[in-house]
């Protein structure tokens, strides 16, 4: 499956809430940061953790988020930041850049 | 002795009470036995094996990448494939390396669970699985790494890596300066397992 997003661009995490064994964590959902790399494909941990398949394997990427946009004011600094894995399935086009 | 000073007896192992999951894992345990899957023997070895992993493989990458540049880049492409040059194992979960520079400096955590590269490293210290440290260093990560004695100056960008499930991170130090006249050897015994995790500095 190829990359639907590239190096650089700028990407929302779905503010999703769906339950059972889900691997992007809570503080990233509806926050908008950058793709950082790029990082292979993975077979989906949120069907294998049920025994299903999960045959159908998903890019993952490394998505940067500044402090300031996951904490707001309660950020030690706003230029620091934070980079989390994430699979494409959560991941859609952001609009207008990070607001 | 007044009945004020008696001490508490320490608890014996058996004294908690056994958790749904410990049930869980020693069923499966014999399953797999009982099944002929797993040997008692593969599985001690297995065990043995995971005690005597440490952190003295990820030293001594990081003392080859600081003495070899061509080998730091290799390692940075893929930690997984450049292990073995010096007889090192990575395993086969992709390791990534992240590099800390004089503009970035670089901390690894799983919020999640407690992902670690353990192959590199060894077991994680149990604050590395702490919800503590799980929580707060994504969110105020000087305060957490002021709390291990590491003071990140205001002009570094602390960038903290949050792993997954598919992902571990080892973080190659900066090299200490006045360490020129150092081999390789010397060089591994300044690196720490927690200067590979992000929250302390190589010793100086």
């Not at chain 1, 190096?7 to 950082?36: K, N, Q, S, W």
């Not at chain 2, 992993?53 to 003392?63: K, S, V, W």
């Not at chain 2, 903290?160 to 006249?181: F, K, Q």
Request: hydrophobic share 40%; with cysteine; charged share 25%.
């Amino acid at each position: 499956m190829s990359a639907r997003f590239a190096l650089g661009e700028t990407v929302r995490v779905r503010a999703a809430y769906p339950p059972g064994h889900v691997r992007t964590p809570f503080y990233v959902r509806g926050r908008t940061g950058i793709v950082d790399a790029v990082a292979g494909t993975y077979r989906n941990p949120e069907e294998l953790a049920y025994g299903r398949g999960g045959e159908l394997a998903l890019p993952l990427y490394r998505v940067r988020f500044s402090g300031v946009e996951l904490w707001a004011d309660g950020a030690e600094r706003a230029t620091d930041s934070v980079v989390v894995d994430i699979l494409e399935h959560w991941l859609e086009p952001a609009q207008g850049g990070i607001g | 002795m007044s009945e004020a000073h008696r001490h508490p007896n320490q608890p014996d192992v058996e004294d908690s009470p056994v958790t749904t999951y410990q049930v869980m894992a020693r069923a499966l345990e014999d399953l797999l036995i009982e099944k002929g899957v797993l040997t008692p023997d593969a599985l001690r070895r297995q065990i043995e094996d995971a005690d005597v992993r440490g952190p003295a493989n990820g030293a001594r990458l990081i003392a080859r990448a600081w003495t070899d540049e061509d080998f730091e880049s290799r390692l940075l492409r893929s930690v997984n494939q450049t292990a073995p040059e010096l007889g090192i194992d990575a395993g086969t979960t992709p390791i990534t390396a992240v590099k800390n520079t004089r503009a970035v400096h670089n901390v690894i955590v799983c919020t999640l669970c407690s992902c670690y590269p353990t192959m590199l490293l060894g077991s994680p210290p149990d604050w590395y699985k702490s919800g503590a440290y799980r929580s707060r260093v994504v969110r105020a990560p000087r305060a957490v790494l002021a709390e291990f004695g590491t003071e990140i100056g205001a002009d570094v960008e602390v960038r903290v890596h949050d792993s997954s499930a598919d992902l571990r991170y080892l973080v190659i130090p900066m090299r200490p300066e006045g360490t020129d006249g150092l081999d390789e050897e010397a060089l591994a015994g300044l690196v720490t397992r927690d200067c590979m995790i992000g929250t302390a500095l190589p010793i100086t």
